[in-house]
């Protein structure tokens, strides 16, 4: 019983094979999304588990690019405070910064002399009062040095601090970009909690429809046992299940992307109320086209893997009584 069918397709030439190759898969796919809408319930249940489960991956992988964004531009926020050595004169200060201008590492240069450095001591720290009863002026004067692109990395600026540091006039420097390094350390630990919480949710993912799969063999065992009577072959069994596995799969990531959609746009708002207090007019990023055609893509694999794995282990145990 089994020889009939191959004889069968050996009638029909190679392109012949080729076409229904093609329809009895189309066909196979159409019928497996008849048999999740004649189930509404429990298919539901399943794609918003499967949803759920791909979002938060998804989510924190929108939350390392945006934190990767922000960061990327606030690199160019590194600032190198020079203090000049106490008693050098006003022509010795603007002879540094002409010599700072024309280094090719400096971007932008801002004096700031002991006046307006007392001045706005004054104003920010609250002293004012107190201030005002020094003899002499304890503020050195003050270079501003900001660094060019290339140089704006926490790397590159300390690179040229030390460089600035040799200059005579220059008592020491400072570069306060710890908080940026410390915020670049933590986007690269979130880098390595996204692997990790990925790695067991694509694992829980497999493992639900898996578990989906085995309940739709066992309900459809009578229906297998007449196919294979028949002769039906293995791959002709398993192959409604397979797709069942994808449609799971491809729809579930559909619905990761449309939670991930939602949050950015709730949580658009205040983040950039926020970043408007540090000066920056950056708004959230959301999936992009590419993304969201590689996050169904990975899913649509999972739902196969998860299928094919379940099918593998519970159609082969059902054999006509």
């Known amino acids: ?20 190759f093609f329809i009895r898969h189309i066909q196979h796919a159409m019928a497996s999304l008849g ?8 298919s ?21 690019k945006n934190a990767e964004t922000i960061t990327q531009s606030w690199n160019s926020a ?42 706005e001591f004054q104003r920010l720290s609250g002293f004012g009062e107190a201030l005002s009863y020094l003899d002499t002026n304890p503020l050195p004067a003050v270079v501003m040095v900001t660094p060019s692109l290339k140089y704006s990395s926490p790397e590159g600026a300390r690179e040229l601090l030390r460089k ?4 005579a006039e220059v008592s020491f420097g400072r570069l306060d970009i710890e908080w940026l390094e410390r915020l670049q350390a933590v986007v690269r630990l979130l880098e390595r909690t996204v692997l990790a919480i990925a790695a067991l949710l694509v694992l829980a993912v497999v493992l639900v429809i898996g578990n989906t799969i085995r309940l739709a063999i066992m309900n459809r065992r009578t229906e297998i046992e007449v196919m294979k009577l028949v002769g039906a072959t293995e791959a ?22 449309m939670i991930i959609n939602l949050l950015v746009w709730y949580l658009d708002s205040a983040l950039a109320e926020l970043l408007g207090l540090y000066g920056s007019q950056l708004h959230m990023e959301s999936l992009t086209i590419t993304e969201l055609g590689q996050l169904v893509l990975l899913a649509s694999f999972l739902g196969w893997l998860g299928s094919y794995l379940s099918v593998r282990q519970h159609l082969r145990a059902i054999e006509p009584s």
């Open 1 to 20: 019983m089994n020889k009939q069918p191959q004889l069968t397709r050996s009638k029909l030439p190679i392109s012949g094979q080729i076409v229904m």
């Open 44 to 64: 539901v249940m399943t794609m918003a588990v499967l949803g759920v489960s791909l979002s938060l991956p998804a989510a924190l992988q929108v939350l390392v």
């Open 35 to 42: 048999e999740l809408w004649r189930n509404p319930i429990s």
């Open 78 to 119: 590194a600032e190198i405070s020079l203090f000049v050595d106490e008693g050098r004169s006003e022509k010795s200060i603007q002879s540094l910064i002409t010599r700072l201008k024309v280094y090719p590492e400096v971007a932008e240069v801002n004096y700031i002399n002991r006046e307006q450095a007392l001045e």
């Open 236 to 257: 002709f069994i398993q192959r409604p299940f397979l797709y069942t596995g994808i449609w799971f799969g491809i729809i579930g990531g559909v619905l990761a992307w």
């Open 164 to 167: 600035l540091e040799q200059e």
